[in-house]
């Protein structure tokens, strides 16, 4: 069974960093898109940042280019996320996502999520 596992989450001050990270288990997933998505109170859930299997290959939000950086470790099967220059608007929770199919770069497994909050 797959499982995704996030931590990093908490409370920092606008200009400030945290970086994400989700152990998953259950199968490989050198082969597999792995990828970021956070809902904020009363918003839909949105893709922050996804990664192919190889990691050359990623996806940015415009409104996190620049500032996020996603990466992958495939021999730890966890994939990250550097989240930095934060702002008010970046607090969300934060859920970690991979998809069920090889080389398909849609998301069928969810972590827990993790709560990034921003302080002014």
């Known amino acids: 069974q797959v499982q995704l596992v996030e931590s990093g989450g908490g409370l920092v001050q606008t200009g400030g960093s945290l970086r994400l990270s989700c152990a998953a288990s259950?199968?490989?997933?050198?082969?597999?898109?792995m990828g970021w998505f956070r809902q904020a109170p009363g918003k839909e859930r949105e893709l922050v940042a996804d990664?192919?299997?190889?990691?050359?290959?990623?996806y940015y939000a415009d409104s996190v280019k620049g500032r996020f950086t996603i990466s992958r470790d495939n021999a730890k099967n966890t994939v990250y996320l550097q989240m930095n220059s934060l702002k008010p608007e970046d607090t969300a929770v934060y859920y970690c996502?991979?998809?069920?199919?090889?080389?398909?770069?849609?998301?069928?497994?969810w972590g827990q999520g993790t709560q990034v909050t921003v302080s002014l």
């Open positions: 996502t991979t998809a069920r199919l090889r080389g398909v770069r849609a998301y069928d497994y």
């Open positions: 259950g199968r490989t997933f050198s082969s597999y898109y």
């Open positions: 990664i192919n299997w190889t990691g050359d290959s990623t």
